[in-house]
């Protein structure tokens, strides 16, 4: 969800987890240098040894990534308010609870995912078998983001273990709490040869990316998402690159404004709009605007009464720089229709809502993550489509309208990671769906099947045989070659529509040859009786 940009202002030491993987234990932290070098190799060790293979040893780990976060709540619900002073509702509803129901689906669903497929075949392969594999990829880099610190280490993580993988975690050093969580917590419950923590800053990332990995998953801004994919080219290992954008929001005057401006404002306020799928900007005509300000001045009371800094729904902005950054939008007090609020010492914004602004100001420039709205006036759903596709694909776009024609317009006309029709950030929680940028606003997807799809190896594979009539039919492609043998080649591979009926061939074969023998058999006997009658 919900990607977080690296903040270049704080690192912290690296250390190593080495710890029992008894979560009953007691915690054994020892503070030793990595070679990273030793690291990524010992894990491609146990790789290599077929550990984690088995779809038993998969599932277990899974129950015990289960098993941790309910166990661990209250340390959990500390450690996002520590770092965002984050309620306890948006603590269970957006990560722990969220997080628990993905590893639930894919336990659900692992057996059927990680089985071999048998896809359709030509006439050609009749007699063989043809397979679809899934092997996992090796040593799996997974890099989470601060914003939402627990489900986007441990949701990807989920995946990597389920398809067989060993996984290295490294937790945004900016969420420290919780980071320092998954780094004390993950070894009491996994297998500490598979799965490993490692804690660190800038430069301790960047010595991490020398090394050879399988695969990499990055959740983050942008700008690090380049870094990540440069570092990746060198040794063309396939990345997950989920990363963030300007998601716009587009409203015309068919919807109930109540009902839009409360969908529209949750998804903006919640973990106080420090979400990649958040709705950065809203496009509507000057008409809907006005009526939208005023339902949002009633809709924000309601939620935070007069004074939002004392709720405590709100969160707060990670650190003074994304503060400072976030305040700096708010220069020109003419532009505020709502909100406006602030506090340094607490680094708090109140929900706000920006009127007259333009294409060309810094807001509209990079992602906000922030509780800042600003509106742009236009008059039709064409003009938003232009403004839209005149920017960099966004990683969700938001359709609010009854109009199933403007729906289908915009949807069709506007490329974007994904889209959200009358609501906002649901998507993201349909398990059937998959999540993911396009262009700048990301590479690759997951969620449900496609968590495990993203960390899984499709091997395709063709198991021939002996079986003599194959054999004669598979002549025309030996030489000496003739006109009559590339015929009947061409006839064996000419594609066809999928008969329904083709894979009930085998067995009208087997039948057929079971009644000639039948058949066989019984006028052998009635010439043997004939014979001894003579």
């Given amino acids: 969800m919900l990607s977080g940009s690296m903040d270049t202002t704080k690192t912290e030491c690296v250390k190593i987890n080495v710890q029992p993987t008894n979560h009953n234990a007691q915690t054994n932290d020892k503070q030793i240098p990595i ?24 599932i277990k780990q899974l129950k ?19 770092d965002l002073r984050r309620s306890k509702f948006e603590s269970f509803a957006l990560e722990i609870n969220y997080t628990i129901q993905e590893i639930k689906y894919m336990l659900m669903n692992i057996k059927e995912w990680a089985a071999i497929e048998k896809p359709s075949k030509s006439l050609a392969y009749f007699f063989d078998a043809v397979e679809i594999r899934k092997d996992p990829y090796g040593v799996v880099l997974v890099m989470g983001a601060w914003n939402y610190p627990l489900q986007l280490c441990i949701v990807p993580m989920m995946g990597a273990i389920a398809a067989g993988n060993c996984v290295i975690v490294k937790p945004s050093e900016i969420a420290m709490a919780t980071s320092k969580f998954l780094y004390d917590t993950i070894p009491k419950y996994l297998d500490t040869d598979s799965c490993r923590v490692i804690l660190g800053g800038i430069s301790e990332t960047t010595e991490l990316l020398k090394q050879r990995f399988d695969y990499i998953f990055y959740t983050g801004s942008s700008v690090v998402g380049k870094i990540i994919r440069k570092a990746a080219n060198e040794f063309l290992t396939p990345v997950t690159l989920e990363l963030g954008g300007k998601s716009p929001v587009y409203i015309d005057n068919t919807v109930d404004i109540s009902m839009a401006a409360k969908r529209i404002l949750w998804g903006k306020c919640i973990n106080i709009g420090q979400t990649c799928i958040a709705p950065d900007y809203m496009l509507c005509t000057p008409e809907i605007q006005k009526k939208f300000i005023e339902e949002a001045k009633k809709i924000l009371h309601e939620w935070y009464g007069d004074n939002p800094r004392e709720s405590p729904d709100l969160a707060r902005i990670i650190s003074d720089k994304h503060y400072q950054r976030l305040v700096n939008y708010l220069s020109d007090k003419s532009k ?49 489509i232009n403004f839209i596709n005149s920017r960099e694909s966004p990683l969700v776009l938001y359709v609010f309208s009854t109009s199933k024609g403007v729906q289908d317009l915009i ?10 029709v009358n609501d906002t950030v649901l998507q993201y929680a349909v398990e059937t769906l998959p999540f993911g940028g396009v262009g700048y606003s990301g590479i690759g997807a997951y969620h449900g099947k496609f968590t495990f799809d993203t960390f899984t190896h499709k091997k395709g594979c063709l198991i021939r045989n002996y079986n003599k009539i194959a054999e004669i039919l598979a002549k025309s492609r030996f030489p000496p070659y003739s006109d009559t043998n590339l015929k009947l080649l061409e006839l064996l591979v000419s594609k066809r529509s999928n008969l329904p009926l083709l894979k009930y061939v085998p067995y009208v074969l087997i039948f ?12 052998a006997m009635k010439e043997y009786n004939y014979t001894e009658e003579k």
Avoid: H
């Avoid at 990273?36 to 894990?43: E, F, G």
């Avoid at 949807?411 to 959200?420: H, K, L, M, P």
């Fill in 64 to 82: 015990q990534l289960t098993l941790m976060l309910t166990e661990n709540t209250s340390e959990l619900t500390a450690a996002f308010a520590s």
């Fill in 512 to 523: 057929g040859l079971g009644m000639l023998a039948t058949f066989g058999i019984k006028a």
């Fill in 336 to 384: 505020i229709a709502v909100g406006g609020d602030v506090n340094p010492a607490e680094k708090f914004i109140s929900p706000t809502i920006l009127v007259n602004v333009k294409p060309t100001d810094s807001i509209m420039q990079e992602e906000i993550f922030g509780p800042l709205l600003p509106i742009i006036n236009i008059n039709n759903a064409y003009e938003a």
């Fill in 411 to 420: 949807i069709d006309q506007v490329s974007s990671g994904s889209v959200c």
């Fill in 35 to 58: 070679n990273y070098t030793d690291l990524v190799q010992q894990s491609r060790d146990t790789f290599n040894s077929g550990k984690t293979r088995p779809i038993e040893w998969r």
